[in-house]
C-alpha cells in the first residue's frame, strides 16, 4: 500500500534520494522547501505522509508542527533532523511524531517507516507538548547515541522496565535522570540506589525497609527505596550484583507491585518505574545459576545498551566542549580546545569512557596555564598513554590481573573471569594469550575468555590473528 507523501527538505540532494526510493515504491511525492510552501501545500491537498526537516530556510519545522496539526490533525509526520541531539529526539516525540530519524539515515529504515505510516492514523495526544530544554544530561551525536535517545523518547510515555546496559563510566545513570525527567513521572521522585555498594545483608532493608527490632540493631522503622520512590523511578544500579534472595524479593515486588518490610506483616503497595542497569554480562551469570533468569526477562522489557566512548570517537569533540563549559561554570577558568588537541583526545583509548573523559577536561581547566589547550599542553599535564600490551610469556592469570588494576580504569572490581572482564580494552593480546595458554584449541580458549566458540572465530579473523601459530606440536 503507497500513498501521497509531501516532503518539506530544502537539501535538494537528499530530497532526490528520498524522492527515488519512495517512488520506487508507489509513492507519490510533492517536494517543497519552506514551510510557507508546505503550509500551502496543506491548504489546498490532503497528504497521507509528511516527511520533514527540522531546520528550514524561514524556521524550525518541529516548532510549527503546531499548525500542520490543525491543517491536517490525522496524518503521521516523520521527523528528519541534522540537530542530533537528545533534545531534539524528545521534541520529535512530544509534538506526536510518527518516528524521528538523525542525518545521515538509514534509507531502508526511512522507507520502511514511511510505508509503515501510510497505512496508519497517529494517535494524537490529549497531554500538552513538553519542551527538553538545552541542559539534557546526554550529549552526543554519533549514530550509536542517536540509537539510544530513540530508544528513550519510545518508552517516555509509558512505564515499561528498562536494563541499560553498558561499561562502567558510559553514563547508565543519566540515562535513567532522562527518561524521569521527560517522562510521565517527571514530578514524582526519582530515586537511585547501587546495589553493589551496599553489604548483602543489608540490601533487603534498604530496598524494602523494615520495622523496629526486625534484626540487631533496627532501632527505629526505615523507609526502604521502593517507598521513597513511590510515584515516581526507581533506578537500580549494579543489579548483577544482587545477592540471591534479594532477587528472588525483588521478583515478587516487580510482579505483584507490593512490598513487604523486612519484619513487617503487611504487604503494601507500590506504584514504582524500575529502570536498572549493569555493567555485566547478565548471560553467564544465568547460566551459572548467579542471576535468576525471570527476574533478568521481568527487567529486560526495554534494553537500552550505552556503547563505550571508543565506539563513538566522533563525540568526542561536543563532550569535551560540553564538560569545559561544566567547568567553567563550576568556577574553574574558561578553556577551550585547539583541533589537534581536539585530535590527540580522539586517538585516546578512554577505558573509564565519558566520566573519564569528563574528569580529564576538569583536570585540563584547573591546570592550564593558557585558555587555548593546544596538543604539547594535553600531553604535558595528561602524560602520554601506556600502551595496551599484554606479556603471554609473564605472569599468567597474575600478570593479567595485575595489568587490569593499573591500566583499566574502573570504580569497581572487574567481574567475572579476568578475561571477560578486560575482553573490550585487550582484546587482541587477550585472544592471543588464550590460543597460547590452550595449544591453539579454540574451544577451550573461547570457554577461557568466557565467550561463544562462534564469535571467537569471527573475532580471530576480524583482528588477522593467525590461530595456527598457537598449536602445540604432536
Avoid at 279 to 284: E, G, I, K, V, Y
Avoid at 328 to 356: C, F, H, K, Y
Wanted: charged share 25%; aromatic share 4%.
Amino acid at each position: 500500500m503507497a500513498g501521497s507523501l509531501l516532503l518539506v527538505e530544502d537539501d535538494s540532494a537528499i530530497a532526490t534520494v528520498i524522492t527515488a526510493a519512495l517512488e520506487d515504491e508507489g509513492f507519490e511525492i510533492t517536494r517543497c522547501a519552506t514551510i510557507k510552501e508546505r503550509d500551502a501545500l496543506l491548504a489546498l491537498h490532503g497528504f497521507d505522509v509528511m516527511l520533514t526537516d527540522v531546520k528550514l530556510e524561514d524556521g524550525d519545522g518541529l516548532e510549527s508542527l503546531a499548525d500542520v496539526r490543525e491543517a491536517a490533525p490525522d496524518m503521521p509526520v516523520i521527523v528528519l533532523s541534522a540537530q542530533n541531539t537528545l533534545d531534539t529526539a524528545v521534541r520529535a516525540s512530544d509534538s506526536d511524531a510518527f518516528e524521528y530519524f538523525p542525518k545521515p539515515f538509514d534509507l531502508d529504515e526511512l522507507v520502511r517507516a514511511v510505508c509503515q505510516a501510510a497505512g496508519e492514523r497517529a494517535d494524537i495526544s490529549d497531554t500538552p507538548a513538553q519542551g527538553a530544554g538545552d541542559g539534557m544530561p546526554l550529549v552526543g551525536r554519533s549514530p550509536a547515541m542517536q540509537g539510544v535517545y530513540r530508544m528513550i523518547t519510545r518508552v517516555l510515555r509509558n512505564d515499561l522496565t528498562v536494563l541499560v546496559t553498558g561499561e562502567s563510566g558510559t553514563g547508565k545513570e543519566l540515562v535513567a535522570e532522562a527518561i524521569h525527567q521527560l517522562g510521565s513521572r517527571r514530578t514524582g521522585p526519582f530515586v537511585a540506589v547501587n546495589t553493589a555498594a551496599i553489604p548483602h545483608d543489608l540490601i533487603e532493608s534498604e530496598l524494602f525497609g523494615h520495622e523496629k527490632g526486625a534484626f540487631t540493631g533496627a532501632v527505629a522503622q526505615a523507609i526502604g527505596k521502593f517507598e521513597q520512590a513511590n510515584g515516581g523511578t526507581l533506578f537500580l544500579d549494579e543489579i548483577g550484583d544482587m545477592p540471591a534472595e534479594a532477587q528472588t524479593r525483588l521478583l515478587r515486588a516487580l510482579q505483584s507491585g507490593r512490598i513487604r518490610r523486612v519484619g513487617g506483616r503487611q504487604e503494601i503497595s507500590v506504584d514504582v518505574r524500575i529502570i536498572a542497569a549493569t555493567n555485566r554480562d547478565l548471560a553467564p551469570m544465568i547460566e551459572a545459576g548467579k542471576f535468576r533468569e525471570d527476574l533478568f526477562y521481568r527487567l529486560n522489557v526495554v534494553p537500552i545498551e550505552l556503547p563505550p566512548l571508543r565506539e563513538r570517537r566522533e563525540d568526542i569533540d561536543v563532550l569535551s566542549q560540553h564538560f569545559l563549559a561544566q567547568a567553567a561554570e563550576d568556577g574553574l577558568p574558561r578553556r577551550q580546545l585547539t583541533p589537534d588537541a581536539i585530535a590527540s583526545l580522539e586517538g585516546r583509548n578512554w577505558r573509564g569512557n565519558v566520566r573519564e573523559l569528563r574528569n580529564v577536561m576538569y583536570r585540563l581547566a584547573l591546570m592550564s596555564r593558557e585558555d587555548m589547550i593546544d596538543a604539547t599542553t594535553l600531553t604535558e599535564i595528561l602524560g602520554k598513554e601506556k600502551p595496551l600490551a599484554l606479556d603471554p610469556d609473564g605472569d599468567g592469570d597474575d600478570g593479567i590481573a595485575k595489568a587490569l588494576e593499573v591500566w583499566l580504569v574502573r570504580e569497581e572490581p572487574p567481574s567475572g573471569t579476568v578475561y571477560a572482564s578486560a575482553l573490550a580494552a585487550f582484546e587482541k593480546p587477550l585472544i592471543e594469550h588464550a590460543l597460547g595458554r590452550t595449544g591453539g584449541n579454540q574451544l577451550r580458549a573461547a570457554k577461557l575468555l568466557g565467550i561463544n566458540r562462534n564469535t571467537l572465530r569471527k573475532r580471530i579473523g576480524e583482528l588477522a590473528i593467525e590461530p595456527d601459530r598457537f598449536a602445540r606440536p604432536v
